[in-house]
């Protein structure tokens, strides 16, 4: 049966996709011989489409590593996670899925946004995991969009300059936290995920949309109709310093 012109755009977008993330993780060093990969799968379009790319280069690399999956359901927030949606697309995967429930306090500290709060829960128990399963690596669905948004934010709220790193080694060496999708943009995801009906698998929280990190992915799209490469050049010139033009403290 001849496909459709959206199955043979699908298929060349899956391709750069995975070829960009192998990319990274050959450069990067992300991956190798006898891992075990946890991945945090949010039930969002990112972390959905970086396990389908994760389980392409487990079939394609001249080397063998594991791949596991897991969801941290945050109850008592207002969102909802569709767990049968979920199971099905890690099954299909031939991926285990791992799910485990947090209940965090977010007015416990009203100083802290409440997103902060329950990534910070939800980022424990899937190092809790990690440990639980014998895992070495985590990996995490943060793209390019995502590693600027966070410069930003640590530049104008912090004064610090730091962002997201490729990788990351945590609790002295016993499990390094990975990004392999950090050199995608999101637009490509994003028509990825058009095309194949990669909605959220999730109620939407009643806490998304307001916090700093919208106001500055929408600061980022000024950015780029000012210059289209700025958002992108932005990225590079974390890989590009010249500390002698700056104005720092010896």
Not at 213 to 221: D, G, N, P, V
């Amino acid at each position: 049966m001849e496909k459709t012109p959206e199955q043979r755009q699908s298929e060349k977008l899956f391709k750069k996709i995975c070829r960009k993330l192998g990319t990274t993780m050959r450069d990067h060093t992300l991956i190798a011989e006898g891992d075990h990969v946890l991945v945090g799968l949010s039930g969002g379009k990112d972390s959905m489409i970086m396990l389908q790319a994760l389980a392409e280069r487990l079939a394609a690399v001249p080397f063998s590593f594991k791949l596991s999956a897991a969801h941290i359901e945050a109850k008592g927030i207002g969102y909802e996670i569709d767990r049968d949606r979920l199971t099905s697309f890690c099954k299909n995967l031939g991926i285990p899925l791992y799910y485990r429930s947090i209940e965090p306090d977010l007015e416990k500290d009203p100083s802290k946004a409440p997103c902060f709060i329950c990534s910070w829960h939800r980022r424990k128990e899937l190092f809790n995991l990690t440990r639980e399963l014998n895992c070495n690596k985590l990996a995490l669905g943060h793209h390019r969009n995502d590693a600027l948004e966070t410069l930003f934010l640590n530049m104008i709220y912090h004064g610090l300059l730091s962002s997201l790193p490729y990788s990351l080694e945590m609790f002295e060496g016993r499990v390094q936290l990975i990004r392999p999708m950090m050199d995608l943009d999101e637009r490509m995801l994003e028509e990825y995920a058009g095309l194949n009906d990669l909605v959220k698998v999730e109620k939407s929280c009643p806490h998304e949309g307001r916090t700093r990190r919208e106001s500055i992915a929408q600061l980022l799209k000024k950015i780029e109709k000012l210059h289209g490469p700025g958002p992108y050049n932005i990225f590079k010139s974390m890989n590009n310093i010249s500390e002698e033009y700056l104005p720092v403290n010896d």
